[in-house]
């Protein structure tokens, strides 16, 4: 019979401490940094123009506290992967850290334990891609997944320019688990004609212009 229950609770045991190991209140705080980030990029106050000076001047200084907060955060525990965060603390994590350009030798810090944590199946490998893009391109090198997109404004088009071995691009993003080249490019040419829709429009273009898909 101690056998029986021994068994019966080891499971339950076993439940309660990898429950524990997830920090909620890193967790949420870093949800919190990373949807103010999106909020004032995506939406400015109604008294600051979209794309202004002043609005990238306001986004500058969320990145700038962002990234404060974030060095902190791993210098204590290196990059906070799913056991410590749950995914959606460690894809905050990672977002706050792509947009963190003017720091660049932290954005590399932070991809060498990134990729740690990726192999051990304990981070996003799809946006670890986006941020080994986003720093080649900083360095003036050639994206390797093709991330990181350009737009041709007059016919609202994206496009992936500097990219290594074309030919082999979407095999590289399908082993990180992201879509094909011609698929995340309509997707983004989507939204970038959703988010200007109204100067679009007064230009005469009712819509994206989209990629065939085979």
């Not at 204590?76 to 959606?88: H, I, M, Q, T």
């Not at 947009?99 to 991809?111: A, E, I, N, P, T």
């Not at 080249?181 to 959703?194: A, D, G, P, R, T």
């Amino acid at each position: 019979m101690k056998k029986l229950v021994l068994l019966i609770l080891f499971p339950i045991l076993i439940i309660s401490v990898c429950s524990a190991q997830v920090d909620s209140i890193l967790s949420k705080k870093l949800i919190e940094m990373a949807t103010l980030d999106q909020e004032i990029m995506q939406n400015p106050p109604k008294s600051i123009k979209p794309a202004s000076e002043e609005h990238m001047r306001l986004i500058d200084s969320i990145a700038a506290v962002n990234y404060q907060e974030a060095k902190i955060i791993f210098e204590k525990y290196g990059f906070p992967g799913f056991d410590l965060v749950g995914e959606e603390g460690s894809k905050s994590f990672w977002l706050i850290v792509q947009h963190c350009d003017k720091w660049s030798d932290f954005q590399r810090q932070v991809l060498e334990k990134m990729e740690i944590q990726v192999k051990n199946k304990n981070a996003h490998s799809k946006y670890y891609a986006y941020l080994v893009d986003r720093i080649r391109i900083r360095s003036g090198k050639k994206q390797l997944y093709g991330t990181q997109v350009s737009y041709h404004t007059d016919i609202c088009q994206a496009f992936v320019a500097d990219v290594e071995d074309l030919d082999n691009l979407n095999k590289r993003r399908s082993a990180v688990g992201l879509e094909t080249i011609e698929e995340y490019l309509n997707i983004v040419s989507e939204h970038h004609f959703l988010r200007n829709e109204k100067s679009f429009r007064e230009k005469g273009i009712t819509g994206a212009t989209l990629y065939p898909i085979e």
